[in-house]
C-alpha cells in the first residue's frame, strides 16, 4: 500500500530542528526543497549546477528568469564574493533581513552562471523567517529560491497549496516539503537592481519605493 506523501513538520524551534537531518539528505542528492517563506512558499536547494539544473527542470524556466539566493548573515554576502555598494549596503543596513531583494554584482567564481539576471548580477535577499535562517545557517550557503507555483497558478500560502500543485514529484522524493502552516498574506519582496550608479527599482513589492527612498534617497523607479 503507497503511503500519501505529506511535509515535514517546520513549525516551532524544536520543528526546524528535527528537519535539519532530511533537509542536509535531499541537498546532498542535490533535490529541492519546498518551504515556507516570509512572503510565500519557495522552491530551492543548492547552489552547485547540478542542484540548480534540477530546479530550473522541476520549474520548468526559462533560462531568461534566474533564481535569487537566500542568505542568514552578511558574511555569506562576502564568502559569495558579492558586493555590496554603498547606497545597496544602507538598504540593507535598514531593510534587511526582510522582503528586500537586492541584485548584486560579483559572484563569478562561486555562483552557477544559471543564477545570474538579464542586468549582470545575482538577486539575494536575507530572510526573515526565522526557521528558514537556521536551515540556511545550518547548511552554510546561500538557498536558491523561487516560488513554489506552477506557471499561471498563484503563489502557494500553505503547505496544502504545494502538496496539491506537486503530489507527484513529493512521491517520488523529487521534492521535500516543509510544513509551515499558512502564510499571512503578502507581496513579494521588492526588487533593486544595485548593478549600476543609480539604484533602480525593478520589481515593486512588500516594502514601497518610498519607504526605500527615505534611507537611499537617489532611488529611481516605481515612481
Request: charge should be positive.
Given at each position: ?120 548580477g545575482i538577486a ?40 496539491g500543485q506537486w ?26 537592481d544595485c548593478t ?28
Amino acid at each position: 500500500m503507497n503511503r500519501e506523501p505529506t511535509g515535514v513538520p517546520f513549525w516551532s524551534p524544536p520543528d526546524v530542528e528535527g528537519a535539519i537531518g532530511a533537509v542536509l539528505a535531499q541537498i546532498e542528492r542535490r533535490g529541492v526543497l519546498a518551504y515556507p517563506t516570509e512572503t510565500v512558499y519557495g522552491f530551492g536547494g543548492g547552489i552547485d549546477h547540478e542542484s540548480v539544473e534540477k530546479l530550473v527542470a522541476l520549474k520548468r524556466r526559462p533560462p531568461a528568469k534566474p533564481f535569487l539566493l537566500l542568505i542568514s548573515d552578511s558574511a555569506m554576502i562576502e564568502r559569495m564574493g558579492l558586493h555590496l555598494s554603498r547606497s545597496a549596503a544602507v538598504l540593507a543596513a535598514k531593510h534587511w533581513p526582510g522582503p528586500l531583494t537586492l541584485v548584486l554584482k560579483g559572484g563569478e567564481r562561486r555562483i552557477s552562471p544559471r543564477l545570474r539576471g538579464p542586468e549582470g548580477g545575482i538577486a539575494v535577499r536575507w530572510t526573515s523567517h526565522s526557521g528558514l535562517q537556521r536551515l540556511i545557517t545550518a547548511l552554510g550557503d546561500p538557498l536558491t529560491s523561487t516560488s513554489a507555483n506552477r506557471p499561471g497558478v498563484p503563489p502557494a500560502m500553505k503547505a496544502a497549496d504545494v502538496l496539491g500543485q506537486w503530489h507527484t514529484e513529493i512521491a517520488r522524493g523529487q521534492l521535500l516539503l516543509l510544513d509551515g502552516g499558512e502564510l499571512n498574506p503578502s507581496a513579494p519582496s521588492t526588487v533593486v537592481d544595485c548593478t549600476t550608479r543609480h539604484l533602480r527599482v525593478i520589481r515593486p513589492g512588500a516594502i514601497p519605493a518610498a519607504v526605500l527612498r527615505e534611507s537611499c534617497p537617489e532611488l529611481v523607479g516605481d515612481q
